[in-house]
């Protein structure tokens, strides 16, 4: 003869196979889930690499866009999806900024250069638990975007005054004038040129 099962067993069956399949389901969720900030950062690179700079400066921006959005989650949110990635909003700043210099657009792009040296100054790295090839990497990214700028500003004298980094002209017919504080011995160089 076949027992019955009581209602409080059947409770437990039933209950343990609901939370089985919503586990399930969140797994499923998160083995599918896509990070938006480096999709967006890969189709910049893509639209750069092919010539399509309005479509680059979109994707660099929304990729930065969503490094912003996450340092607003809330703890559960934290826990749940990986921390938004620092260097690579560095990086997708650093793309939009070539990619505006490229669209003929020198203002925006001094902005997005400096927007990238302040995610990623190269001194930042110092107290973290990074390897020396990690480390050399950051500083060797923040090293270019800052000669970028600095070539912006050689380029272009009068978006390097508007910054204020420009030398005013003298008026006596001796060249420019030194701005206080300009020393030629603490100027930087011209950077390493195979690495641009």
Do not use: C
Not at 89 to 115: C, D, H, I, T, Y
Not at 116 to 133: D, H, K, M, P, V
């Amino acid at each position: 003869m076949l027992k019955n099962k009581s209602l409080a067993q059947r409770l437990v069956v039933t209950s343990t196979a609901v939370v089985g399949a919503i586990i399930f389901s969140i797994g499923l969720y998160f083995y599918q889930w896509k990070d938006a900030q480096y999709a967006l950062y890969n189709q910049g690179i893509t639209a750069y690499r092919a010539n399509k700079m309005q479509e680059a400066i979109k994707y660099a921006d929304q990729s930065v866009g969503v490094y912003k959005a996450r340092q607003s989650y809330t703890w559960l949110e934290r826990f749940a999806y990986p921390k938004p990635d620092k260097e690579l909003a560095a990086q997708a700043a650093f793309l939009k900024g070539k990619a505006l210099l490229r669209a003929n657009q020198p203002a925006a792009a001094v902005q997005s250069f400096k927007e990238s040296l302040e995610l990623n100054s190269g001194n930042l790295y110092l107290g973290r638990q990074l390897t020396e090839a990690e480390f050399h990497q950051y500083y060797e990214a923040a090293m270019v975007t800052k000669y970028d700028l600095e070539l912006v500003f050689k380029n272009n004298p009068p978006q390097a005054q508007k910054q204020g980094k420009g030398k005013p002209e003298d008026k006596s017919g001796n060249g420019t004038t030194p701005l206080p504080g300009e020393d030629p011995s603490t100027q930087p160089g011209k950077g390493r040129r195979n690495t641009i």
